[in-house]
T-cell receptor, first 116, second 115 residues
Framework: DAGVIQSPRHEVTEMGQEVTLRCKPI?????LFWYRQTMMRGLELLIY????????DSGMPEDRFSAKMPNASFSTLKIQPSEPRDSAVYFC??????????????FGDGTRLSIL | AQSVTQLDSQVPVFEEAPVELRCNYS??????LFWYVQYPNQGLQLLLK??????LVKGINGFEAEFNKSQTSFHLRKPSVHISDTAEYFC?????????????FGTGTRLTIIP
């Protein structure tokens, strides 16, 4: 079975440019999570969706960050304009919410973002 | 709100020796607990989870963890480690609230196996 697929794996861009990260969740999963991982702050939840609807975006750092989930098989995280402090590894994860105990989240391999 | 503390940022262990990675949590409500492993340049993989029932949970790759409610701990153990266990290990907690799927992660413990 295909896991969570993220693209690109690496992105290097200059400050001020728009960055778009993409995620395809596991087929059949109905929850999707975006995380950011840095040495200083560890793993932080940015936003999560259930059935394509944003449920909690309290972790989104500021208005420069936006996330969308137009359908069950695709999500984007956009940064505009990008800044050097946005450099991090961004992970997407998905899970199946069943109405019972929380099911494990399955992670993609991440996008390593460097803003110069 | 819940929090997770992994006191050991790095743990070096000789190959074939036992290891324990410590995790303590704080929450005002009941919780689910998870251990994830991250190999270099990869995402996180689930090692094991505690949802309810037996407090001793067995996971993949020979790892196990014990939930101790009185000590609010969920330490990860392996009786004999291998070189391939070199990775970063994250403890995570979520509230027992079927409407809330948020996971709170600890800062991670880097396990280094010494040949």
């Amino acid at each position: 079975d295909a896991g969570v697929i993220q693209s690109p794996r690496h992105e290097v861009t200059e400050m001020g440019q728009e960055v778009t990260l993409r995620c395809k969740p596991i087929s059949g999963h109905n929850s999707l999570f975006w995380y950011r991982q840095t040495m200083m702050r560890g793993l932080e939840l940015l936003i999560y969706f259930n059935n394509n609807v944003p449920i909690d975006d309290s972790g989104m750092p500021e208005d420069r960050f936006s996330a969308k989930m137009p359908n069950a098989s695709f999500s984007t995280l956009k940064i505009q304009p990008s800044e050097p402090r946005d450099s991090a590894v961004y992970f997407c994860a998905s899970s199946l919410r069943t109405g019972g105990p929380n099911q494990p989240q399955h992670f993609g391999d991440g996008t390593r973002l460097s803003i110069l | 709100a819940q929090s997770v503390t992994q006191l050991d940022s790095q743990v070096p262990v000789f190959e074939e020796a036992p290891v324990e990675l410590r995790c303590n949590y704080s929450s005002s409500v009941s919780v689910y607990l998870f251990w994830y492993v991250q190999y270099p340049n990869q995402g996180l993989q689930l090692l094991l989870k505690y949802l309810s029932g037996s407090t001793l949970v067995k996971g993949i790759n020979g790892f196990e963890a014990e939930f101790n409610k009185s000590q609010t701990s969920f330490h990860l153990r392996k009786p004999s480690v291998h070189i391939s266990d070199t990775a970063e290990y994250f403890c995570a907690v979520s509230e027992v609230d079927f409407g809330n799927e948020k996971l709170t992660f600890g800062t991670g413990t880097r396990l280094t196996i010494i040949p």
